[in-house]
């Protein structure tokens, strides 16, 4: 009977772990990825090994510029300031390792701009280049300055060349002016 | 059942899965890792049981001659993965064991110890990520090599080459871990009249992951064992070999980045033998593993 309520109370914890989704938020210098699959630090030591040696990544946070957390199953790298997001090559990494990545979230800043049909958005920082496609909030307009967080499917960059621009959503406007001219964050 | 009926039913099991699958019941390391392209591990296992309960079928009876039988193995392992779905493991035994057994009518003390029969699996796996889980099919073909020495009153080999397949299954989440394999050997005659019964097993390990800290990548599993299997009648140096058996027991698995613990007993529950043997007796397991 005993033992029959531990696998109950077990299973009752583990269903109540899946269910919960906890709002991802980026830190400045960072970006998170969510990862399926990954739900064992041990298995997931592959995977924090072969990200430690990326070039952009600041060392002295996490101890090694990786922080890998399997309760939520996302993956944060401490970034250099300045230095631009290899999404392609993180992708990679990640998917050697045995998992498969499902979301990028990010953090830029920067001037919106009205190029051709796409609105496009220069990180000041590190100069990276991302194309808006939509908005999770209240849509932005062009000439906006604006700090953001922003997401996209991890997939989305696994054939995408290098240096190419990859297309966010933007989630949360963090601070700047929306399309409305109202002032935000 | 004859060893014809057996390997039917093996394969008929394995067919019934419908999946590829994997690993053989003590793969090394642990069924998850490494699971990164160019990765690999080693462990170390040492593996030790021994018994002087007599039995004659599932009954246990007097033993005025004082038979008995005590094994240690100690198992090098290594794991080198190729992509997440393409596996090689190798198995090295180190052996040092003895018995007393009834030889013309008298009780006679044999030892054996060295190298024994190396195993050398070919582990291929599907992988399934989800949000919140990994799981796993495997298939596994095996060879087992006669590097094992057979001159020994206690030979810690059987002079022959064996093949084995074993389909597997897991599922982890954060919390639970639960891991299955279904195993077959097919064990050719080897020397010194020694030829044992086909076997076939089946494992079972259901647990928990009650502790672990992202900072430090550290934490523990706890989980149960049940292990059974069903070995054909053969012979070996001393007589009768085979039976069935069932085994229960804990483990433990530890882990601190890329080294892993893990310690397990195995009791046996239930036991039957061919004509009159040795029982197989408790089993412990202690395993250093690290991967890379």
Known sequence: MKTTMVVAAALLASQVALGEELPVVVEENQTVVQVNGMVCSFCAYGAEKALSDLDCLDAADFGNGVFVDIDTQRITLALRPGEKIPFREIYKRIEKSGYDPLTFYLRAEGRLERVGEKLLLTDSKSGQLFSVAAFDSVPLAAGAVVRVQAHFDAEQVSELPEGEAVEITIGRVLSGSSMTGQKSG | ?292
Do not use: C
């Not at chain 2, 059942?1 to 090394?28: I, N």
């Not at chain 2, 007393?100 to 992988?127: E, M, N, R």
């Not at chain 2, 099919?137 to 095996?142: A, H, I, K, R, Y």
């Not at chain 2, 892993?260 to 408790?282: C, E, I, N």
């Open chain 2, 1 to 292: 059942m004859d060893r014809l009926r057996l390997r039917w039913l093996a394969f008929a099991l394995l067919l019934g899965v419908g999946v590829p699958a994997t690993g053989w019941a003590h793969q090394p390391v642990m069924d998850m890792a490494p699971r990164w392209d160019g990765g690999w591990g080693l462990q170390v296992r040492n593996e030790f049981r021994s018994s002087n309960k007599l039995l004659s079928g599932d009954s246990k009876r007097a033993n005025p001659q004082g038979r008995k039988r005590r094994v240690n193995t100690t198992w090098l392992e290594g794991v080198y993965t190729f992509v997440r779905a393409v596996r090689v493991t190798a198995k090295i035994p180190w052996v040092e064991q003895s018995r007393v057994s009834v030889v013309s009518g008298s009780a006679v003390k044999q030892t054996g110890s060295g190298l024994g029969d190396a195993i050398l699996g070919l582990q291929l796996k599907h992988y399934i990520n989800r949000e919140a889980s990994t799981a796993n099919f495997g298939l596994t073909p095996s060879l087992r090599f006669p590097t094992g020495s057979t001159s020994d009153a206690y030979p810690v080999g059987d002079g022959s080459w064996d093949v084995g397949v074993s389909a597997s299954f897991s599922h982890e989440t954060t919390f639970l871990y639960q891991f299955y394999d279904l195993s077959y050997w097919h064990n050719s005659k080897g020397k010194r009249g020694i030829d044992r019964g086909d076997e076939v097993g089946l494992d079972v390990n259901v647990g928990v992951h009650p502790y672990h800290d992202n900072r430090h990548n550290l934490g523990f599993f706890l989980m149960a064992d049940l292990s059974a299997r069903y070995e054909g009648h053969g012979e070996d140096t001393a007589g009768t070999t085979g039976g069935k058996r069932v085994s229960l027991g804990p483990i433990f698995v530890g882990y601190w980045n890329n080294l892993m613990l893990r310690f397990d007993v195995k009791f046996p529950v239930y036991q039957r033998v061919w004509g009159s043997q040795v029982a197989h007796g408790t089993e412990f397991n202690a395993g250093l593993g690290v991967v890379f």
